[in-house]
């Protein structure tokens, strides 16, 4: 499978001679020796990654963990010491600076912690900055920058200077100058952390929203792992340089390889971070057309669960209880009448935390897929299970 | 006592005066006289239209110029100071000062904004030209009065040319600082949009250093108005002029005449460069619309634009 954007062993040392540096990385000395040895700073320490078309790509890390310098590799603002960074195929590590230069023209955009919006230009002269640089006559610019404005919300102060403006909306603006250029890879390095915790979480949202319809390739960086596991289909763990973890969100929470990662999850929400379908269980229905309510009893004892979902010719019915399915046995009627058909349903994707209001019920909670079929079912037992899980 | 003079001697009077006048003088005096050319035409011209434009006419642009720039209290200073001048009787001489720093000035932004920018853009190059601003700024005027004189001869260019040397500094030195402190991210964001990096200096770099520009132009200024009493030594007129024989003459009144008349323009001039400097600054970089501002009619708009640069 190819990938968008692929890194393979790289390395950046920050000095007077990095091959000195490799050499003593090679023979296994740590960075810290290296600093000591020959005054020497190894910035990315062989980071391999692959990000694929599409995703939101998320390096997570503390200040001086590499992650900025690993986002500036992939266009070129920093040359790696050595290993290779194929966006399309092509090693960016290597090619000339002009090819570098088209690039950065036409296909990575990027957006910056502090904005770095050029103060002496309004906002639609910033937003179409990338555009202007390719030599976008001026008239193109001015739509191409109104279009990209009209998708962040702020098409009505294209023509106010960028002091004029909050902290959330200049971030919107450098996002809607990464965007004006219609870039395949949005490179963001710590976007929102200058922002403040309202503001940034409205903004997470948004670019979630946006990316539903762009669907660009964003490698976003950050050193909130709350902010991490909202947004990212893939999230890099780094430290000193390294990765030390790759994975989904649920994966990182679930199953931290190191004490490191761990520490990190200990205090996130799990229920933000897993689905439903983490804990989903066999739905085992029962079939109304073959069923009556000792078979229905028989079958809840088999399974030690207190409700099951009835199917109807292949299409979800409801459910029944235990207590329903007895009371049936002892006064006698039809199984199809004692079938609740008022029951907590969501789909497989919906997060933990959305489910609690649905658990107070003590109903097990039916998962369906797009075609409405049932495909698992949630007891809330389970939900507090998973997320005791971490507290252990 | 003993000491090394007694062995040794280092004839470096003789050194220079060999390299000047055996080998540059003979040699390259054409190539020097050639470098007046543009000196004279700029000179000429300044000095032409200056002392053919009516004294009313001059202290009401000017004054005009002070008040869109500077505000009420600077222009009306100017139109006092100027009209004292007037009244003291040394109208020409001022504007033939005028025309002289001027065109000093002119030639030290020719000269300097380009080697300011080289300077920011290359550590090299930048290590190599501070030494030398450092001797043009530090070496007493008096010591290259007189290669000057041999290489130009006398009269205002040459008056002017020494100027150019002395006022040069600080213009390049500011280029250079208000280009490298421009936010490091800024220009990142420049290159991260495959900007060049002559579209980052244009773009980006420049018109963000300005404010430090434009006060290593107010700086430059300054410096050639300090240079108008010294240069008279070697033959330019003006209000140096006038200081310079009344010196001759023990004529103290005469001396303080001229002294008051370099004063009241130095202190005009100061004012409305670095006002331009102030105000102008991160917005609107181009020329034209800074003539635009200075002459729109609205004066509304640079109060605004104060107010957004808070």
């Not at chain 1, 986002?71 to 194929?86: H, K, Q």
């Not at chain 2, 002017?160 to 421009?182: E, K, Q, S, Y």
Request: aromatic share 6%; glycine share 8%; with cysteine.
């Amino acid at each position: 499978m190819s990938f968008k954007i692929t890194g393979n062993n790289l390395y950046k040392i920050f000095g007077e001679s990095p091959a000195e540096a490799l050499v003593l990385l090679g023979e296994g000395k740590s960075k810290d020796q290296i600093f000591e040895q020959t005054g020497q700073t190894v910035g990315v320490n062989g980071v391999s990654f692959n990000v694929a078309e599409g995703e939101i790509f998320v390096v997570m890390g503390l200040s001086g963990s590499g992650k900025s310098t690993l986002v500036r590799m992939i266009n070129g603002l920093i040359r790696p010491s050595a290993g290779e960074i194929l966006i399309d195929d092509i090693d960016v590590a290597a090619c000339s600076a002009n090819d570098m230069r088209q690039i950065r023209r036409e296909k990575v955009a990027m957006v910056f912690q502090h904005f770095a919006l050029l103060p002496h230009k309004t906002v639609a002269q910033n937003v179409a900055f990338g555009l202007k640089i390719r030599g976008v006559n001026s008239a193109d610019c001015r739509e191409r920058a109104m279009k990209a404005l009209a998708q962040v919300g702020l098409g009505a102060r294209a023509d106010s200077y960028p002091d004029e403006l909050s902290g959330g909306m200049q971030q919107r603006v450098g996002l809607a100058r990464g965007l004006a250029s219609e870039p395949e890879i949005l490179l963001m390095d710590e976007p929102f952390s200058a922002l403040d915790p309202l503001i940034r979480a409205d903004m997470q949202q948004e670019l979630l929203e946006l990316q539903r319809s762009l669907k660009k390739t964003i490698v976003f960086i950050t050193h909130d792992l709350n902010e991490a596991l909202t947004l990212g289909n893939t999230i890099a763990i780094m430290r000193n340089g390294s990765i030390v973890q790759t994975g989904a969100a649920q994966e990182i929470v679930g199953k931290p390889v190191d004490d490191y990662v761990s520490a990190f999850v200990r205090d996130i929400d799990r229920s933000l971070v897993f689905t439903s379908q983490s804990i989903a269980q066999p739905a085992e229905t029962l079939d109304l057309e073959h069923a009556d309510a000792h078979s229905a009893l028989r079958h809840m004892d088999r399974l030690k669960r207190h409700a099951v979902h009835v199917v109807d010719k292949g299409r979800l019915a409801g459910i029944i209880t235990y207590r329903s399915a007895n009371d049936l046995v002892r006064n006698g009627g039809q199984l199809a009448d004692a079938i609740q058909t008022d029951f907590p349903l969501v789909r497989p994707e919906t997060r933990l935390f959305d489910l609690y209001h649905l658990a107070q019920r003590g109903l097990p909670i039916a998962l369906t897929d797009d075609a409405d079929r049932l495909v698992g079912v949630v007891e809330p037992k389970a939900i507090f299970a998973q997320l005791a899980n971490g507290k252990a | 006592m003993m000491s090394p003079s007694d062995f040794f001697s280092v004839p470096l009077d003789d050194w220079v005066n060999s390299l000047v006048r055996d080998w540059l003088v003979p040699n390259f005096r054409p190539f020097f006289r050639s470098l007046q050319w543009p000196v004279t035409q700029v000179l000429n011209g300044l000095s032409g239209f200056l002392n053919a434009t009516p004294m009313l006419a001059f202290t009401f642009v000017l004054s005009l110029i002070a008040w869109r720039t500077a505000g009420r209290g600077t222009a009306i200073f100017t139109l006092t100071a100027l009209c004292f001048i007037d009244l003291i009787g040394l109208w020409p001489e001022t504007m033939t000062t005028l025309a002289m720093v001027v065109t000093a000035v002119f030639f030290c932004v020719a000269i300097g904004i380009p080697l300011g920018v080289l300077s920011s853009q290359s550590d090299t190059f930048r290590a190599v030209l501070r030494p030398m601003l450092d001797i043009m700024q530090t070496i007493p005027s008096f010591v290259y009065l007189v290669p000057i004189v041999m290489l130009f001869g006398v009269g205002v260019v040459p008056g002017i040319i020494a100027t150019i040397i002395f006022a040069l500094p600080p213009i390049v030195r500011l280029t250079d600082l208000g280009i490298r402190n421009v936010r490091e991210d800024l220009t990142e964001a420049a290159l991260s949009f495959g900007a060049t990096a002559w579209q980052t200096l244009v773009e980006v770099q420049f018109p963000l250093a300005m404010r430090t520009v434009m006060a290593g132009l107010n700086q430059t200024l300054m410096l050639a108005l300090s240079m108008v009493v010294i240069t008279a030594l070697i033959g330019a007129g003006g209000l140096g002029l006038t200081v310079f024989t009344g010196l001759g003459r023990l004529d103290v009144g005469k001396a303080t005449a001229g002294g008051v008349g370099i004063v009241m323009l130095a202190i005009v001039l100061d004012r409305i460069s670095q006002a331009i400097g102030e105000k102008r600054t991160i917005r609107s970089p181009s020329l034209l619309s800074t003539i635009g501002y200075l002459f729109s009619l609205r004066r509304d708009t640079p109060a605004a634009g104060a107010k957004r640069a808070d």
